[in-house]
Every structure is written in structure tokens, then in C-alpha cells.
């Protein structure tokens, strides 16, 4: 009789062993701690492709001609620098034969033309408003603004106003709007 009982109680030990520690241990800490490393692996492989891409963006931009970059810097500087761009106003209104007499800088919101994949309302250029009185003849205000155009900085003429005169010098009322990357 023991015969017969010892391979039944052997077999209800392995089955109270399975379900009462195995299956518990298999499908509590050991599933999380798999479905942890799944999710470590994927964020390896995402880690590893985005090294992979940042490795690749870093050697194309410096396949890029300095030159060139330092042009881009100028045609969209990555700050507005105030000081230097009154003063090259001045130097380019003074070669023009224009006389500057007052220049107001207000900051504007994201310039509206700036489209991208960002979310809405995020942009990735800012835009300064910069209105600028001058006085001149009208081929100085030509030779000023064929200046303005030929100049490496993105710039649009937003507006500008002449009041008359008889003596053939006019006084300009003239509106930009100068971008810069953010």
C-alpha cells in the first residue's frame, strides 16, 4: 500500500509545489522583471538609433564648408544682437547718403510665415520690428535699399512712408523686420 501512496503523494507535492511557489514566482516577478527587460531592450535599440542618426547628422554637418555655415550664421544669427545691427544700419544708411536720425527695436512673436512640424504656436525663428526714420534723396534711399537687399541678413521691408519736400530731400518712415533663430 505504501507503494501506491508514495507516487500519489509525490505527485500532489509536485503539483502543490508548481501551483503554490512555481507558477506564482513564474508569473509575478519573474514575467514583470522579463517585461522590464523587454522594455530596457527596446530602449537600447532606440538609444542606439538615435546615437546611430546623431552620429550621422554630426558628420554631414561637418562635411559642411565652414564658410558656408558662417554665411548661414550671418543670414540667421542665433541671437539678435541690438548694437551691431544699428550699427550696420548707420554704415550702410551713411554710405547710401542717408542721415539716420532715430531707430526704435520692439521684439515681435514667432514671425508668422515660420511653418514647421512643431507644435502649434512653437516656432523656430523670432522676429525684431525695427522702425527707422531717415533723411535723403530718393536715389540714396534707392542705394539704401539695394543695400538692405544685398545685405546677408534675412530682412523684409514691412512699410515705408515719405513725406514730401520742395527742396528734393524727403524724410523716410521705414519699417523691417529682422529674424533670428531661436
Request: aromatic share 8%.
Amino acid at each position: 500500500m505504501n507503494s501506491r501512496l508514495l507516487p500519489v503523494f509525490a505527485l500532489l507535492s509536485a503539483a502543490g509545489i508548481f501551483f503554490g511557489y512555481v507558477n506564482p514566482v513564474w508569473t509575478g516577478p519573474i514575467a514583470a522583471a522579463k517585461a522590464s527587460i523587454e522594455l530596457d531592450n527596446q530602449a537600447l535599440a532606440a538609444a542606439e538609433q538615435y546615437t546611430a542618426q546623431q552620429n550621422d547628422l554630426a558628420a554631414k554637418r561637418n562635411a559642411i564648408d565652414p564658410a558656408d555655415l558662417a554665411k548661414l550664421a550671418a543670414f540667421l544669427p542665433d541671437s539678435v544682437d541690438n548694437v551691431g545691427l544699428i550699427l550696420d544700419l548707420n554704415a550702410l544708411a551713411a554710405r547710401s547718403g542717408l542721415s539716420i536720425s532715430n531707430i526704435d527695436i520692439t521684439t515681435s512673436p514667432a514671425a508668422e510665415g515660420a511653418k514647421s512640424s512643431l507644435p502649434s504656436g512653437v516656432s523656430l525663428t523670432g522676429s525684431v520690428d525695427l522702425s527707422l526714420s531717415a533723411v535723403g534723396t530718393y536715389p540714396s534711399l534707392k542705394s539704401f535699399l539695394a543695400g538692405m537687399e544685398r545685405s546677408a541678413r534675412l530682412l523684409d521691408v514691412q512699410n515705408i512712408s515719405v513725406k514730401g519736400s520742395e527742396t528734393g530731400v524727403y524724410t523716410y518712415e521705414i519699417k523691417l523686420r529682422l529674424y533670428w533663430l531661436r
